[in-house]
């Protein structure tokens, strides 16, 4: 009489899924040949772009570098990444979130610093990061689209910080936060 416990038969699947077929077991047993089939290149690409979108991507990617170094922090200190539609927002938009990335790092020097030395540091960021991310597009691949964009930017910028001073002149509180 068969033993049914030293059954060689597979047995059926308890958790309600099909067996594994022989074939399926075979395959996994058998290595893998040691020559790897034709390589194929990842889909991968990168696409230099050009025209405002670059111009804006360069500028905050070079202003939040000098920020960085002038405020001393190092390059891992981060601003944290939000859903932002750069290509699609006002300029004044795009400038307040800049400020807003850079003042996330001045955060990591308020306790140690006067709030006069970190605006100092965000502002010089903000300037020398600009005249690189213009060196930069004014090279060889000269795109006048993205400078016209950094130029914007400044422009909003020295708007805004003449109406801090009108404001602060007047002794007004200021509303630049705003766009205004």
Wanted: charge should be negative; charged fraction near 25%; glycine fraction near 8%.
């Amino acid at each position: 009489m068969a033993d049914p416990l030293r059954s060689t038969t597979p047995v059926s699947a308890t958790s309600g899924f099909a067996p594994r077929s022989r074939g399926q077991e075979r395959s996994e047993r058998e290595p893998r040949s040691a020559e790897p089939g034709p390589r194929r290149e990842a889909d991968d690409r990168v696409q230099v772009a050009a025209g405002a979108l670059a111009g804006r991507l360069l500028l905050r990617e070079r202003v939040l570098v000098h920020t960085r170094a002038r405020l001393g922090l190092p390059d891992h200190a981060f601003v944290p990444a939000f859903a932002e539609a750069i290509a699609d927002e006002s300029t004044a938009t795009f400038l307040g979130r800049l400020l807003s990335a850079q003042n996330q790092l001045a955060a990591h020097r308020a306790h140690d610093w006067d709030g006069g030395a970190l605006r100092a540091a965000v502002d010089a960021g903000l300037r020398s990061g600009a005249e690189e991310a213009c060196e930069l597009l004014a090279g060889d691949g000269r795109d006048p689209v993205a400078l016209a964009a950094v130029a914007e930017v400044l422009v909003e910028y020295g708007r805004r910080l003449e109406a801090l001073i009108a404001e602060a002149v007047d002794g007004e509180t200021p509303s630049v936060r705003s766009g205004a």
